[in-house]
């Protein structure tokens, strides 16, 4: 299975980006879509999560700002993100579990995409 991600980009400190993964290839099912982030210098962190049924959840500092999203017929989540401060810069990279016809659970990751946010 592959991911694409788009969206990302520079912006300016209280300004917005969305940003969406699309995946395609031999898919069965698609459970939980996450979009994790690292920033330079940092570990990856996990940004925010949304299972099959919709429940989603967040990292603290981006509660309020950002919002998850999933389109399931189209095999797409979607990261909405406002009021974009300096600290939220970094390289987003989502992350899929699906399962392919006849295999067992597996998980995928996208290539990433560049988030710079300038003060």
């Known amino acids: 299975v592959q991911l694409v991600e788009s969206g990302g980009g520079l912006v300016q400190a209280g300004g917005s980006l969305r940003l969406s993964c699309a995946a395609s290839g031999n898919i069965f099912s698609i459970n939980a879509m996450r979009w994790y982030r690292q920033a330079p210098g940092k570990q990856r962190e996990l940004v925010a999560a949304?299972?099959?049924?919709?429940?989603?959840n967040y990292v603290d500092s981006v509660k309020g700002r950002f919002t998850i999203s999933r389109d399931n017929a189209k095999n797409t989540v979607y990261l909405q993100m406002n009021s974009l401060e300096t600290e939220d810069t970094g390289v987003y990279y989502c992350?899929?579990?699906?399962?392919?016809?006849?295999?067992?659970?597996?998980?995928?990751w996208g290539q990433g995409t560049q988030v710079t946010v300038s003060s």
């Open positions: 992350n899929v579990d699906y399962q392919s016809w006849g295999s067992i659970p597996l998980t995928s």
């Open positions: 949304i299972t099959s049924s919709g429940s989603t």
